[in-house]
Nanobody, 116 residues
């Protein structure tokens, strides 16, 4: 079955960096677009970034553009989110997501807390 497992979250000071990973299994990872979302307490889940299966059409939310980088390693069935210049407002639970035949699949999320 489809599984997405995020890791790499933690506590970091403002201005710091983290790299999140999402390990995928149960489907042909290399052929599907992958996304990162985040959800802060009391707020709706918001889209952060997306990367296609191939090509360079990578997109970011305006709030993270220039600070976050999404990438993927199809040989490792893993998508990454490199987060630099972190701000307190980046504090949230981060999720990876894919959609296969119209059905969405989500990981369990990894918590990122930006605080001094």
């Amino acid at each position: 079955q489809v599984q997405l497992v995020e890791s790499g979250g933690g506590l970091v000071q403002p201005g710091g960096s983290l790299r999140l990973s999402c390990a995928a299994s149960g489907f042909t990872f290399s052929t599907y677009k992958m996304h990162w979302y985040r959800q802060a307490p009391g707020l709706e889940r918001e889209w952060v970034a997306g990367i296609p299966s191939v090509g360079v059409n990578i997109n970011y939310a305006d709030s993270v553009k220039g600070r976050f980088t999404i990438s993927r390693d199809n040989a490792k069935n893993t998508v990454y989110l490199q987060m630099n210049s972190l701000k307190p407002e980046d504090t949230a639970k981060y999720y990876c997501k894919t959609a296969i035949w119209g059905r969405e699949y989500w990981g369990q999320g990894t918590q990122v807390t930006v605080s001094s």
